[in-house]
């Protein structure tokens, strides 16, 4: 696609439930990244991969947060039995393998209420 | 561990030019990137270091020293719409991007 693609937009659930964010990112592109942003904070690196490996899974809270990319283009991230404190902007971004800037899409707003 | 600081607000005068700060330290080192994030929107990127020196792109210039730990961000010419979150990221060797909280800039008329 044309740029990196989130959905949903927003995404209210209740405690308790789980939860799939998707990214489609952008065609080609190799590296997928999500991270978490709390209002007024810089992204929160979470999990990144490099065609369908998980390259680096350092960043998620818990093993309630899993990630996958089973043939290296659309992501899931999947929140488990959802908290409050899981609130929060989910972004996730992508980078070719022949430039070194990662494009960001629009983001996931999370609400657990 | 990782570690990149950046000043939480600045504000500056329209016309003016301003410079903010980041200071890393990573695990590696595969370059610094600058980002510009306007209130509710994704980052977009604006530059790119990874040799020591200065990079220009219109009234946008990247800084960068290695050996420091440092580099700057020297916008010039401020407009309004320049108002933005500035955020540093490095890229280590494990090639992820590690972002800093971010630069508030706020553009006075």
């Known amino acids: 696609g044309a740029g990196v693609s989130q959905s949903p937009r927003y995404k209210v659930t209740k405690r308790g439930q789980d939860v799939a964010l998707r990214c489609d990112p952008i065609?080609?592109?190799?590296?997928l990244y999500w991270y978490r942003q709390a209002l007024g904070q810089g992204p929160e690196f979470l999990t990144y991969?490099?065609?369908?490996?998980?390259?680096?899974k350092s960043g998620l809270p818990n093993d309630r947060f899993s990630a996958e990319r089973p043939e290296g283009s659309i992501s899931t991230l999947t929140i488990q039995r959802t908290e409050q404190r899981d609130s929060a902007m989910y972004r996730c971004?992508?980078?070719?393998?022949?430039?070194?800037?990662?494009?960001f899409g629009q983001g996931t707003r999370l609400t657990v209420v | 561990g990782q570690n990149i600081d950046q000043p939480t607000e600045m504000t500056a005068t329209e016309g003016a030019i301003v410079q903010i700060n980041c200071t890393y330290q990573?695990?590696?080192?595969?370059?610094l990137f600058w980002y510009q994030q306007h209130a509710g929107e994704a980052p977009t990127f604006l530059s790119y270091?990874?040799?020591?020196g200065l990079e220009e792109k219109g009234r946008f210039s990247s800084f960068l020293s290695r050996s420091k730990g440092y580099s700057y961000l020297l916008l010039k010419e401020l407009q309004m719409k320049d108002s933005a979150s500035y955020l540093c990221?490095?890229?280590?060797?494990?090639?992820?991007?590690?972002f800093g909280p971010g630069t508030r800039l706020s553009v006075l008329p």
């Open positions: 971004a992508s980078s070719s393998e022949v430039a070194d800037e990662a494009f």
């Open positions: 065609s080609g592109h190799v590296s």
């Open positions: 991969f490099n065609y369908e490996a998980q390259q680096d």
């Open positions: 990573t695990s590696g080192f595969n370059g």
């Open positions: 270091n990874v040799l020591d």
């Open positions: 990221a490095v890229r280590g060797t494990g090639q992820n991007f590690v």
